[in-house]
């Protein structure tokens, strides 16, 4: 099973900063990692999928990068809905295994 | 537009099965190219997956649950389904259902399960 960390655990920012998210995976998943949004009551939303692939109607300020173990999404300019829990989750192998979060709240 | 709802009892005793319905509506689950999945958060923690259902019937199932999951298909009422069987306390969660494209594009609003006596 392929094992994702995800760094910082919580990531303190001001609305209009730039974030940064780190996802690391224990072997190789080429370019088969994707990032969910979570807020609180809610379901989680895709983001991006294989890496820098942004889903239907996200905006721009998010962007993914990355490929083998070490990926980034990157928040731009943070807007006040952009705090929230954020996920990574690979596709290369069964399981499916998902990051344990990063939660990104204001400072 | 494709929606997902989770359906099921919101509380179950120890050592009984754990039953939830997604119905899907927008799209048919008996169309190719899409696995429909369950998901799992334990309170307060993150996500976990248990399996999947492809629209020919095959299943995957998360190693850590293989001995206790089930999953159908109803292509009649559109809708797919888990079974959790000798649920303990460590099975309280709110599970997701979505549709599975390589990714989840597509989730349940989310159902909340108790487990206890």
């Known amino acids: 099973e392929i094992v994702l960390t995800q760094s910082p655990a919580t990531l303190s920012l001001s609305p209009g900063e730039r974030a940064t998210l780190s996802c690391r995976a224990s072997q190789s998943v080429s370019s088969y990692l994707a990032w969910y949004q979570q807020k609180p009551g809610q379901a989680p939303r895709l983001l991006i999928y294989d890496a820098s692939n942004r889903a239907t109607g996200i905006p721009a300020r998010f962007s993914g990068s990355g490929s083998g173990t070490d990926f980034t999404l990157t928040i731009s300019s943070l807007e006040p809905e952009d705090f929230a829990v954020y996920y990574c989750q690979h596709r290369s192998s069964w399981p499916r295994t998902f990051g344990p979060g990063t939660k990104v709240d204001v400072k | 537009q494709v929606q997902l709802q989770e359906s099921g009892p919101g509380l179950v005793k120890p050592s009984q099965t754990l039953s939830l319905t997604c119905t899907v509506s927008g799209a048919s689950i008996s169309r190719g190219g899409y696995y429909w999945s369950w998901i799992r958060q334990h309170p307060g923690k993150g996500l976990e997956w248990i399996g999947y259902i492809f629209y020919s019937g095959s299943t995957y199932y998360n190693p850590s649950l293989k001995s206790r999951v089930t999953m159908s298909l109803d292509t009649s009422k559109n809708q797919f389904s888990l079974k959790l069987t000798s649920v303990t306390a460590a099975d309280t969660a709110v599970y997701y259902c979505?549709?599975?494209?390589?990714?989840?594009?597509?989730w349940g609003q989310g159902t909340t399960v108790t487990v206890s006596s």
């Open positions: 979505a549709r599975d494209y390589d990714f989840l594009d597509v």
